[in-house]
């Protein structure tokens, strides 16, 4: 295996690392509207996330940074041809950190309320348009012989990736109920669980679409074992939500963001961004990539810094593992 395909391979790790992470982190952002009754509620959901939200976007840097330094090309067609989107996106993130760390600055009940609903709107939002986007990028958009994007923002607006937005969102916010009632107590766990088995089976009609679109119109044998996979795990994740196993739930959920994930990488490989004008026009590991010394200095530095990423965000999980409800939350002001 070249190097540039150990690339493409780790910049779907971080990929799928980033999605299963802040999955339930925007669908945690969703269900403040949908969940939550009050603003104790409220803030009940968003202290489950508090402390590891912003260390899970560590995910979306590494593998934007990874994209630009082992794939430039890629880096520079998808963030010309995507960029309302991802201007949007970015712009939702920025305003979302400052919402969790502003809104509790001031007891005033419309300057909390205004920065809940931007908690809600930003997370919502980039739940649809990273879909939106992913679903483009597996289809192919309309690359010219220049390796430059020359559609516009209409054509990234087609109904495979429409579906993708909706397929994501409501995974995220299945993931979401799921991991809201794996960390609180009372009620709102109750509430949870039922939330998370209603949103698990409109996902699971939503992902059998998509998939199975992406499968039929570019899968093979590898990618129809990891869509099996990903079925498999989200019909487990409903069953187990329903018997209150919300462990379990959690892992599947995950295991189907994983799954998924992993199956638009499959049916992507060799290319990184397939062109819909010429299929030679098409952005690949080979013609998009670094040069092999670059990417060799990347891995080192890689092999040494990953491990203690993962350690210590998995002690950060550990720290806060325990269950929060509203007896936990002090009466406002």
């Known amino acids: ?25 925007f669908g945690i952002g969703v269900l403040t509207k949908l969940l939550a009754r009050n603003r104790k509620e409220r803030r009940v959901l968003i202290n489950t996330i508090g402390p590891v939200w912003d260390g899970n976007e560590v995910w979306l840097l590494s593998a934007g940074g990874a994209t630009f330094a082992a794939f430039p090309e890629w880096y520079a067609t998808l963030f010309s ?8 996106i970015l712009v939702c993130l920025i305003v979302r950190g ?39 990028i597996v289809r192919g958009v309309k690359i010219d012989a220049e390796m430059e994007y020359v559609g516009n923002v209409a054509d990234l607006l087609n109904p495979y990736a429409i579906l993708g937005g909706l397929v994501t969102l409501t995974l995220f916010t299945f993931h979401g109920a799921v991991f809201a009632a794996l960390k609180t107590v009372g009620d709102i766990r109750m ?9 698990g089976l409109l996902t699971a009609v939503l992902a059998a679409g998509f998939l199975g679109w992406t499968q039929a119109d570019s899968g093979d044998g590898a990618s129809l074992g990891t869509l099996a996979v990903a079925v ?61 010394y670059t990417l060799k200095i990347m891995t080192w530095c890689a092999g040494i ?29």
């Open 1 to 25: 295996m070249e190097l540039h395909d150990v690339w493409f391979v780790l910049i779907a790790v971080l990929w799928t690392g980033y999605f299963f992470l802040e999955g339930f982190d």
């Open 81 to 88: 041809g995507f960029y309302l989107p991802l201007l949007v």
């Open 98 to 136: 400052v919402a969790f760390e502003y809104r509790a600055k001031r007891p005033e009940e419309r300057w909390q309320r205004n920065w809940e609903h931007a908690i809600f709107w930003t997370s919502l939002l980039p739940a649809v348009l990273w879909g939106v986007a992913f679903g483009n």
């Open 191 to 199: 509430r949870a669980r039922k939330q998370a088995f209603a949103l």
């Open 232 to 292: 498999v795990a989200l019909v487990g994740a409903v069953v187990a939500i329903r018997a209150g196993r919300e462990g379990w739930s959690f892992a599947l959920s995950g295991l189907t963001i994983v799954a998924a994930v992993a199956m638009l990488f499959l049916t992507l490989f060799p290319n990184v961004m397939p062109s819909s004008l010429n299929p030679a026009w098409s952005l690949t590991v080979t013609n998009a990539s670094s040069t092999p």
């Open 305 to 333: 810094a990953t491990p203690v990423v993962l350690l210590y965000q998995g002690w950060t999980y550990w720290v806060f593992r325990k269950r929060i409800g509203t007896h936990h939350i002090a009466d406002a002001h």
